[in-house]
């Protein structure tokens, strides 16, 4: 599926691509680009079906939030206030039409740092995971908005000369 059908999927029945609606992906150095896009979006009179953010954690240094902060935790508190703001926008935003927000964190280890404030903000996280055996997991949870799980699927995947084959699923109801 192309960018602009996958796109044009998200928008709805009748959408056609238009500079002013394509995705917008922010690259920035900093925080301080975010909140500046972020901030002004109520001040559109068009909005993009989606918004990407990729590397999300990267634009937050350890060092310059926790002096900016006067706290240790100045990371945190960052990117709380910035995942806050985005998220208010996209509310303003889908009051007109649908607007995504897409955001991609990388990380090394068992669980991102950072996963217990992305669930408090983030509706559906996906989690890839790699295997010694050249497979990988692809997870998806499903938060509520005070950020308990809903719900956990799991599909494992295996790349077989140069296709990807579904090993099986797995899924876990978390609701009560």
């Known amino acids: 599926m192309s960018i602009l059908k996958w796109f044009s999927y998200v928008a709805g029945e009748g959408w056609k691509p238009n500079p002013l609606t394509l995705p917008r992906y922010i690259n920035d150095d900093d925080d301080e680009g975010i909140k500046k896009y972020f901030a002004a979006f109520h001040l559109k009179d068009t909005f993009p079906v989606a918004v990407v953010v990729d590397d999300f954690g990267d634009f937050f240094y ?4 926790q002096e900016r902060y006067g706290n240790p935790r100045g990371r945190d508190l960052a990117m709380v206030r910035t995942l806050a703001l985005c998220h208010n926008a996209i509310i303003f935003a889908n009051k007109t039409g649908p607007c995504r927000l897409l ?3 990388t990380h090394n280890g068992d669980s991102p740092r950072s996963l217990f404030i992305y669930k408090r903000w983030i509706r559906t996280i996906f989690t890839v995971k790699g295997d010694d055996s050249g497979s990988f997991c692809l997870k998806y949870n499903k938060y509520s908005e005070i950020g308990s ?6 599909a494992k995947y295996s790349v077989a000369f140069q296709y990807l084959l579904l090993e099986g699923i797995t899924e876990v109801d978390d609701e009560e």
């Open 103 to 105: 955001l991609s964190d």
């Open 149 to 154: 799980s809903k719900g956990t699927k799991t």
């Open 62 to 65: 350890e060092r310059s939030c």
